[in-house]
């Protein structure tokens, strides 16, 4: 076998701690920029790092990372509904009127955030090997955020991936339709409180499997 | 032969120029045409369509239509259990299916803090090179018979089978084993497997060799593929394509080895192949070589598998701290994430899936621009996606 | 075919006709997902060899085809083009549908999207089990629906009658 070597295969000489004060750096660097757009960041050490920004830096954010921290690498677009689910545990039937729970507290994730709806990005760096999300917050009242379009143009599609999943609209999307869900179709499935009806039918065993093999007895 | 008089020779050629203008002018002055590939056509691999507006021959804008595979994937895996999902998730990218598990096993062990036994690790990334092996080595074919040479994917058909084979003395299953737990892998290798592999590599290198005799010099292939469909490097960033896609674009970024989590990639040795044309013929180069690296990859792992249990300890009822967690790993079509978020339930809250080929195929509206129809087929066959992986 | 139409055809003659139809099955592969994959198995690699069995799986159009696979998730949106296909084809004709997706919504049984079987849509002759179902059990499908093929009575299928599964 010839020499196969890669040109920077050498993983080594990368010793750890490095990672996190670059995501120190790159999170200074961006609320720097992004003044008060810049909400908060959360850093998990060696691993990944998260920022909020303000809904109307969206756009800004996307910019400067792509500019200033080299992101040129466009990941995925997508949003979070933080509602927990009103039909109870995840196992459970669906039923038509689930009895009225004290509902849970809505607890956002990684680097906060207020409301229901949450926007997600994520970006990466390929001279930096290195990735970060980016989150905004959508008032529930309205909506809408800017479109990336002009910044990475592969975000039309996710943009309207999440139009149609969450029903989030995008300001100055070309061409905001569906994209995957017959164009007679209602709600938004990937809001928690969009039911699946098939669950309401039929009940998901639970866990373990309950139905007996053929031929076996109950004890 | 009747003989011609000069006048009438004259005449000939006088109508013969006006015919020729006559269908000169009905070639320039075309009216445009919609033309629908699809959803159910052999060229989309599929359910794609693509709609494309023609001037004459030249696409003049085209638009694929996707969501008649939509299955809702990111909706369903809110109900299901962690064990549930990843039988779910096998089925996205269906010819390598053991790959789609990985970065999802790898993310919920990332939130759990725990650790695959480096043995798992190892037959882990022995499988996710086979499911490279069983998926790429469909493509190799595959564009051939784009192109309309069928004996290629006839040998892809037949070489493959040996692949799945391994696949399935392992797994149980030819297309969607559900092996892999977080913590580890549920079984280990069966006995005589590590020397049949080494045997099946033989013959993966042979197909790739016919192949490469077969289509690489070919002068139809050259003239079909070559400087159609040409992505730059920059472009090809903003739309987020990747795998074999973004190195036939000239960029050398591969999650193998500039991310390695979880597996073993790092202590290979192996090269990262790129090429700098950009168009469909490089990226047929591209993942033609990377499907005999990777046989060299398994050959070396095989060799150097170390001992050991292939699970670590987790509890039996699988209880998800809460938290987030994106892991991506360069999966056969290109880098595969799940961005997971977890409450600490049994399921997780929300997962979202970063899939190759929807970032992939989002760059054809761009490239199809003024291409001619034929050269629609060779650019969708050497962008190579499959259509679970667009749709979920 | 009048007299077959018609339901007249001597039993000699009924029996010849079915064997003349059983091995000349054309099949037009409607390759959905996953099941496709194995479909294509069936019928382009040489250890499966769909052609030994006297189907042959190249129609140019649904319209010169007797049988459809239906292989795969079928979806809302892909319905009516479903419909459409077997509306084109010309009587008699025969459907299988392979994977548990095709036959009742299988993983995605509580899916928004996913149409939960594709017989709520069309009528199917033999449902082949599996996900996916190895080639083998297409090849049994196929073998099914021929021992099918040979015992019918041709006219019932332009009678329109209900088709009765023994
Ligand atoms: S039955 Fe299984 S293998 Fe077949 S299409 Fe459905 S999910 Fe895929």
């Avoid at chain 2, 049994?346 to 129809?373: C, D, E, H, Q």
């Amino acid at each position: 076998m010839t020499q196969l070597s890669s040109t920077d295969t050498d993983t080594s000489a990368e010793a750890e701690p490095q990672p996190d004060e670059r995501r120190e750096a790159w999170a200074a660097r961006l609320a720097d920029s992004l003044g008060n757009g810049y909400a908060e960041h959360h850093i998990i050490g060696g691993s990944d790092l998260w920022v909020r920004v303000a809904r109307d830096s969206w756009t800004d954010a996307a910019t400067a990372a792509r500019d200033l921290l080299g992101c040129q690498f466009f990941d995925w677009l997508s949003a979070i509904d933080w509602l927990p689910s009103p039909f109870g545990r995840d196992m459970d039937a669906q039923e038509d009127n689930p009895e009225p729970k004290a509902a849970d507290p809505m607890e956002q994730g990684h680097a906060g955030g207020e409301t229901r709806f949450q926007m997600v990005m994520r970006l990466y760096s390929i001279t930096e090997h290195m990735g970060l999300t980016i989150k905004a917050d959508l008032p529930d009242g309205d909506l809408s955020i800017d479109t990336l379009i002009g910044v990475y143009p592969g975000a039309d599609w996710h943009e309207r991936e999440a139009w149609e999943m969450f029903g989030i609209h995008f300001n100055n999307h070309p061409d905001l339709r569906n994209i995957y869900l017959p164009g007679e179709f209602e709600g938004n499935p990937l809001r928690k409180d969009f039911p699946l009806l098939a669950r309401r039918v039929k009940p998901w065993p639970g866990i373990v499997d309950v139905e007996l093999f053929p031929g076996e007895e109950d004890s | 032969m009747t003989a011609v008089g000069t006048d009438q020779r004259q005449q000939l050629a006088y109508v013969a120029t006006q015919a020729a203008d006559a269908r000169l002018n009905v070639e320039i002055e075309t009216e445009g045409m919609t033309l629908n590939i699809g959803p159910q056509h052999p060229a989309t691999h599929g359910t794609l369509r693509l709609v494309a507006r023609l001037d004459g021959e030249q696409v003049v804008e085209a638009e694929p239509i996707m969501g008649y595979l939509h299955r809702g994937y990111e909706k369903l895996a809110d109900v299901r259990t962690y064990p549930q999902v990843t039988t779910l998730i096998n089925r996205i990218d269906w010819l390598g299916s053991f790959a789609n598990e990985v970065p999802f096993i790898l993310a919920a062990e990332q939130l759990m803090e725990v650790e695959a036994p480096p043995r798992a690790a190892w037959i882990r990334t022995i499988l996710f090179e086979l499911s490279r092996l069983a998926n790429i080595s469909l493509f190799l074919g595959d564009m051939g018979m784009q192109l309309g040479a069928i004996t290629p994917v006839f040998f892809a058909f037949r070489d493959r089978e040996f692949v799945l084979n391994q696949i399935e003395a392992v797994t149980g299953g030819r297309f969607h084993p559900n092996f892999d737990r977080i913590g580890g892998l549920k079984d280990d290798l069966p006995k005589g497997w590590i020397d049949e592999t080494r045997g099946v590599m033989v013959k993966m290198r042979n197909f790739c060799d016919e192949l490469e005799d077969l289509l690489l010099g070919n002068e139809i292939f050259e003239a079909r593929t070559r400087g159609v469909g040409v992505i730059p490097a920059d472009v090809a960033l903003s739309y987020g394509l990747s795998g074999a896609n973004l190195r036939a674009s000239g960029v050398d970024w591969d999650m193998r080895r500039d991310n390695p989590c979880g597996l073993v990639h790092d202590q290979l040795d192996w090269k990262v192949w790129t090429h700098p044309d950009g168009d469909s013929f490089a990226r047929y180069w591209v993942r033609l070589q990377e499907t005999r690296e990777a046989t060299h990859m398994i050959e070396q792992m095989l060799d150097g598998l170390p001992g050991g249990p292939v699970m670590a300890k987790v509890p039996v009822i699988i209880k998800v701290p809460a938290g987030e967690a994106y892991v991506a790993t360069e999966n056969p079509l290109g880098v595969m994430g799940y961005y997971v978020v977890s409450k600490g339930d049994l399921g997780p809250f929300r997962v979202k899936i970063r899939s190759a080929s929807f970032n992939n195929i989002s760059v054809t509206p761009w490239v199809m621009r003024g291409v001619y129809v034929p050269d629609v087929i060779t650019i969708l066959a050497s962008l190579y996606f499959i259509l679970g992986d667009i749709d979920r | 075919m009048g007299l077959v139409a018609s339901g007249k055809a001597p039993k000699p003659l009924t029996k010849l006709l079915n064997l003349g139809r059983k091995y000349s099955i054309w099949m037009y592969q409607w390759g959905l997902a996953c099941c496709a994959i194995e479909m294509g198995a069936v019928i382009g690699s040489p250890r499966y060899d769909v052609m030994r069995l006297g189907v042959i799986p190249f129609p140019a159009s649904p319209r010169q085809a007797d049988l459809v696979v239906i292989s795969g998730t079928v979806t809302d949106k892909m319905v009516p083009s479903i419909l459409r296909l077997y509306q084109q084809m010309p009587d008699p004709k025969y459907v299988i549908s392979m994977g548990s997706c095709a036959n009742c919504g299988g993983p995605y049984w509580d899916s928004y999207s996913v149409t939960k079987g594709v017989d709520q849509v069309i009528p199917v002759d033999v449902y082949v089990p599996g996900c996916p179902p190895r080639p083998e059990a297409l090849l049994e499908g196929i073998v099914l629906l021929q021992e099918r093929i040979s015992n019918e009575d041709p006219a019932a299928r332009w009678r329109g009658d209900p088709i009765v599964v023994d």
